[in-house]
């Protein structure tokens, strides 16, 4: 189901976008606005999931983070799922999220309580 209401999100903003361009600049607009649109899904699907890495180049190892990796590899083998690539982001407020298309290619970001934290 998750699948599904994702695909017509991206379809739904993808019409809103060449409906756009169609207004803006007619028949060209739409098809310039459909390019950009397929562009824009590709990389949300395929390269999301490396963003958090990428902007913040906040990956860890086990060796760093033996704590964080023992909960993760726990949660995973409970979820039958492979444990996600991690990361800690420093920020003021403690918070976490994960992402990715798959459980082949997840990835979860822990922001720890203080800056300086890392567990």
Request: hydrophobic share 50%; aromatic share 6%; glycine share 8%.
């Amino acid at each position: 189901m998750k699948i599904l209401k994702t695909g017509a999100l991206l379809i739904l903003l993808s019409v809103l976008l060449v409906t756009v361009g169609g207004y803006i600049g007619g028949a060209n607009g739409m098809k310039v606005a459909l390019a950009i649109a397929v562009v824009i899904n590709g990389v949300s699907y395929f390269i999301r999931t490396n963003c958090v890495g990428i902007e913040r180049r906040a990956a860890v190892t086990r060796e760093q983070l033996l704590r964080l990796y023992a909960v993760m590899e726990r949660l995973a083998a409970k979820a039958s799922i492979p444990v996600p690539k991690l990361y800690v982001v420093p920020q003021a407020a403690p918070n976490a999220f994960a992402t990715g298309r798959n459980p082949q290619h997840a990835s979860v970001a822990v922001y720890p309580r203080s800056p300086g934290t890392s567990e």
